[in-house]
């Protein structure tokens, strides 16, 4: 699992980035960030590791919890950064695309339901409507962590740089989550560039697990998962 470390001195909670990596393995099946504080080193006492993994979710659900579980077994005390699940919403017709935090306890820290709902009409491709069956959710979600104050979000939502903002300067978040499953196509064009103008923009980092690869007949994701400094 590729790590990027930073330092939290006591000064600000995220100080800067040692490195950022950029993931290009495509068989990983686990779309998280784990968070761990780093101990036994007098240097770093105030530092904590940021994982960002990058995944092929395929038709096999079973496969898809039984890798995430190898990946993640043989760490302990982090934090977890899940997203996004098919909930279920307020009725039966309707599901939540939802963005999950996890506690180094065990805890669910968070629940955020993504606001900003997929839609393309690609000529002569595809064709994807997210709303024909998911709820948009409508409330914005931040959480205090190790590493700072975290903003949540998911995927799409990257497009709408006033989420972003809200985050940041009405909420004061500091760290900006944002799990996708990007097209190959939208994700070539604009992942990356997205993803470096929210945290310009916003003076954040910016730590964004990706789907990779084929999932079936009709769907690719780009991938490239990043951990980005502002």
Request: with cysteine.
């Amino acid at each position: 699992m590729p790590f990027c470390r930073h330092s939290t001195p006591n000064s600000s909670p995220v100080s800067w980035i040692q490195s950022r990596r950029r993931l290009v393995s495509k068989h990983s099946h686990s779309q998280s960030v784990a968070i761990r504080p780093v101990a036994g080193n007098s240097t770093m006492a105030n530092s904590v590791r940021v994982a960002v993994v990058q995944m092929t979710s395929v038709n096999d659900i079973a496969a898809n919890f039984a890798t995430c579980s190898r990946l993640v077994k043989e760490e302990s005390k982090i934090w977890i950064s899940l997203g996004g699940f098919q909930e279920k919403g307020q009725d039966d017709a309707q599901l939540c695309n939802t963005h999950v935090l996890i506690d180094d306890t065990g805890n669910i820290r968070s629940k955020y339901r993504k606001i900003h709902l997929f839609v393309v009409d690609v000529p002569g491709g595809a064709v994807y409507k997210e709303s024909s069956f998911i709820e948009g959710g409508k409330e914005v979600v931040m959480v205090d962590s190790s590493i700072g104050r975290l903003g949540v979000t998911v995927c799409y939502d990257l497009r709408f740089p006033g989420l972003y903002q809200l985050l940041r300067f009405q909420h004061e978040a500091q760290v900006l989550l944002v799990p996708a499953a990007f097209t190959k196509v939208t994700g070539q064009a604009h992942w990356e560039i997205l993803l470096r103008a929210r945290a310009i923009e916003t003076q954040c980092y910016v730590i964004a697990a990706a789907q990779a690869g084929k999932h079936n007949d009709k769907r690719e994701s780009y991938g490239d998962s990043l951990i980005i400094d502002p």
